[in-house]
């Protein structure tokens, strides 16, 4: 079955960096696009940023130049470059295998990241 196990997060400071990993198994990972949302209390659930498996990304304007999102199809793996880090980053961070034409979208567990002052 799918399974989506995200890593990384903790506590920072503001300017801080921190990378996110998500292990993916249960799929053909190089075919899927993913992505990384994020949720703080009393929020929707947004998207941070979007890789597709053709390597094309896409970014919230609230992260544009502080983030990266990668994949690396040999680990299966999907990461997202934090930097720069604001208290308003603070959230749990999801990765998700994006919904195409033979797959509905998964969710993995989250992982917390808090930036503090």
């Known amino acids: 079955q799918v399974q989506l196990v995200e890593s990384g997060g903790g506590l920072v400071q503001p300017g801080e960096s921190l990378r996110l990993s998500c292990a993916a198994s249960?799929?053909?990972?190089?075919?899927?696009?993913m992505s990384w949302y994020r949720q703080a209390p009393g929020t929707e659930r947004d998207l941070v940023a979007r890789v597709t498996a053709g390597r094309t990304t896409k970014y919230a304007d609230s992260v544009k130049d502080r983030f990266t999102i990668s994949r690396d199809n040999a680990k299966n793996t999907v990461y997202l470059q934090m930097n720069s880090l604001k208290p308003e980053d603070s959230a749990v961070y999801y990765c998700?295998?994006?919904?195409?034409?033979?797959?509905?979208?998964?969710w993995g567990q989250g992982t917390q990241v808090t930036v503090f002052s």
């Open positions: 249960g799929f053909t990972f190089s075919n899927s696009a």
């Open positions: 998700y295998k994006d919904r195409d034409s033979t797959s509905v979208g998964y």
